[in-house]
Nanobody
Framework: QVQLVESGGGLVQAGGSLRLSCAAS????????MGWFRQAPGKEREFVAE????????YSRDSVKGRFTISRDNAKNTVYLQMDSLKPEDTAVYYC??????????WGQGTQVTVSS
């Protein structure tokens, strides 16, 4: 079955960096658009960034542009989210997801990111 396993979360001070990884199995990774989402306590889940199948384009929400970078390695079936200049408002559980034909069908279990002020 399809599995998406996130790692790399943790506690960091404001201004610091973290790199999230998401290892995929059970699917043809290079056929899927991959995305990162986040959910803060008491808030709706929100889109963070996504990357096309071969990495030919990326898109991210305005609040993370210039600070977060999404990338992928299709040889390793892994997608990354490099997060720099972290802010307390970035605190959330971060999820990776896989999309086929525009629909995010598969989700990971999430990894906690906490940014202290």
């Amino acid at each position: 079955q399809v599995q998406l396993v996130e790692s790399g979360g943790g506690l960091v001070q404001a201004g610091g960096s973290l790199r999230l990884s998401c290892a995929a199995s059970g699917l043809t990774f290079s056929s899927y658009t991959m995305g990162w989402f986040r959910q803060a306590p008491g808030k709706e889940r929100e889109f963070v960034a996504e990357i096309a199948r071969s990495g030919e384009y990326t898109y991210s929400r305005d609040s993370v542009k210039g600070r977060f970078t999404i990338s992928r390695d299709n040889a390793k079936n892994t997608v990354y989210l490099q997060m720099d200049s972290l802010k307390p408002e970035d605190t959330a559980v971060y999820y990776c997801a896989a999309a086929l034909r525009g629909n995010y069908n598969y989700w990971g279990q999430g990894t906690q990111v906490t940014v202290s002020s």
